[in-house]
């Protein structure tokens, strides 16, 4: 079965340290992935994805991501936390069982970061 | 600036009720999606549609339809509620194209079933 997996439900970092939110995935054939940011009481909002090509993506307010086929992983990643980094973070893969145009998206269960001043 | 609009932040319902969640989007996108998000369990799909009158199920359709009259309109029913539908639900668009664009998420409904 298709699947993601976030490992870790929580992960704490304190300001101004790298930060790194664990991901991996499994899909049959070349996966598609997304990281999504949400804050308190908000919808998700989009931060990155890999298609193809350089295995380092770089994404919105300074986040990248580092896809390793090998570890089937996709973990995100921050030279520097901020507190307002602070939020839930999921990773999505799109499910290959539904071809064409319609990218219906697979989630992991989500990852809270919590940066600390 | 994309905008997927959901009708309400926040809705109380009684058990055995009809719910209506209404999703608008202004981008012209042809995919549509309800997930509803639940703690340590994620986004699950629950419906989606590709084309106006077009849907189908996701992984958690039991006790949902969808209505899709409309290309910018997708509305998710709850026939009868029930507390165990006490969620936050999620709707997203997206372009249609290859796979690899993103969706766009709406602010979600908190919907509490009593």
């Known amino acids: 079965a298709q699947s993601v997996a976030q490992p870790e439900d929580q992960v704490n970092v304190a300001e101004g340290n790298p930060l790194t939110v664990k991901c991996t995935y499994s899909?049959?054939?070349?996966?598609?992935l997304f990281w999504y940011v949400q804050y308190p009481n908000r919808g998700l909002q989009f931060l990155l994805k890999?298609?193809?090509?350089?295995?380092l993506v770089k994404g919105s307010y300074g986040f990248e991501a580092e896809f390793n086929k090998s570890q089937t992983s996709f973990h995100l990643k921050k030279p520097s936390a901020l507190v307002s980094d602070s939020a839930l973070y999921f990773c999505?893969?799109?499910?290959?069982?539904?071809?064409?145009?319609?990218?219906?998206?697979?989630f992991g269960t989500g990852t809270l970061l919590a940066v600390q001043p | 600036d994309v905008k997927v609009t959901q009708s309400s932040r926040y809705l109380v319902k009684r058990t055995g009720e009809k719910v209506f969640l209404e999703c608008v989007q202004d981008?012209?996108?042809?995919?549509m999606f309800w997930y509803r998000q639940d703690p340590g369990l994620g986004l699950r799909l629950i419906y989606f549609?590709?084309?106006?009158?077009?849907?189908e199920k996701g992984d958690i359709p039991e006790g949902y339809s969808v209505s899709r009259e409309k290309k910018e309109r997708f509305s998710l029913i709850l026939e009868s509620a029930s507390t165990n539908q006490t969620s936050m639900y999620l709707c997203?668009?997206?372009?249609?194209?290859?796979?690899?664009?993103?969706?766009?998420f709406g602010q979600g409904t908190r919907l509490t079933v009593v």
């Open positions: 997203a668009s997206s372009v249609s194209g290859t796979g690899w664009t993103e969706a766009f």
């Open positions: 899909v049959s054939g070349n996966p598609y």
């Open positions: 890999y298609i193809t090509g350089d295995n």
């Open positions: 999505a893969v799109r499910d290959p069982n539904y071809g064409g145009a319609t990218n219906k998206l697979i």
């Open positions: 981008m012209d996108h042809e995919n």
């Open positions: 549609s590709y084309d106006v009158k077009m849907k």
